[in-house]
């Protein structure tokens, strides 16, 4: 290997430790905060599909209530 492919090659491993490193959470707060958003995520989600579902069945009943034409 020439002199520039070692140099290559080794800022390549160190920017994979370094990204490595960074995606590590190694203090609780950081821990703490992203399961904290990652909870928040999952509600919102969960949340999103009550609501949906509750749409679908409240549309499927309306459609079962016909209204009678008044006389």
């Known amino acids: 290997m020439s002199a520039s ?29 992203r399961v904290s958003r990652i909870t928040t995520i999952i509600h919102g989600m969960v ?7 509750l749409l679908a069945e409240n549309g499927r009943e309306n459609s079962l209530h016909v209204s009678r034409p008044r006389q």
């Open 47 to 53: 949340r999103q599909k009550q609501i949906r579902r």
């Open 5 to 33: 492919t070692v140099g290559t090659h080794m800022g390549l491993l160190a920017f994979q430790y370094m990204s490595a490193r960074r995606m590590q959470a190694t203090s609780h707060d950081s821990v703490s905060k």
